[in-house]
Nanobody, 121 residues
Framework: QVQLVESGGGLVQPGGSLRLSCAAS????????LAWYRQTPGKERELVAV???????NYLDSVKGRFTISRDDAKNMLYLQMNSLKPEDTAVYYC???????????????WGQGTQVTVSS
């Protein structure tokens, strides 16, 4: 089993910045693709940013140029640097990833509990 714990959310004014972190712990034999999703009430969860094991990245169009996803596999950490935040970025942000949890090379998807980001003046 793998546990993912997000941190770094909070209230920020428009134009401000936040850095989200996601710490992975548990039985981790390998880490594949990692990603950040977000969700607002009444809407489906949407993919915000993804990073492969080779550190290729891709972003939701509305956050390109403002958000940066990164990872530190040595520390089992995932990050999302969010700059120039807008009210429409308000959501619960979730980290997720595909992990190898034993010696068998098979990937399992895990999710964190989410962290609230509120952008408001």
């Amino acid at each position: 089993q793998v546990q993912l714990v997000e941190s770094g959310g909070g209230l920020v004014q428009p134009g401000g910045s936040l850095r989200l972190s996601c710490a992975a712990s548990g039985s981790i034999f390998g880490i594949n693709t990692l990603a950040w999703y977000r969700q607002t009430p009444g809407k489906e969860r949407e993919l915000v940013a993804v990073i492969t094991s080779g550190e290729r990245t891709n972003y939701l169009d509305s956050v390109k140029g403002r958000f940066t996803i990164s990872r530190d596999d040595a520390k089992n950490m995932l990050y999302l640097q969010m700059n120039s935040l807008k009210p429409e970025d308000t959501a619960v942000y979730y980290c997720t990833g595909d992990f190898q949890i034993d010696t068998v090379r098979k990937w399992y998807r895990y999710w964190g509990q989410g962290t609230q980001v509120t952008v408001s003046s």
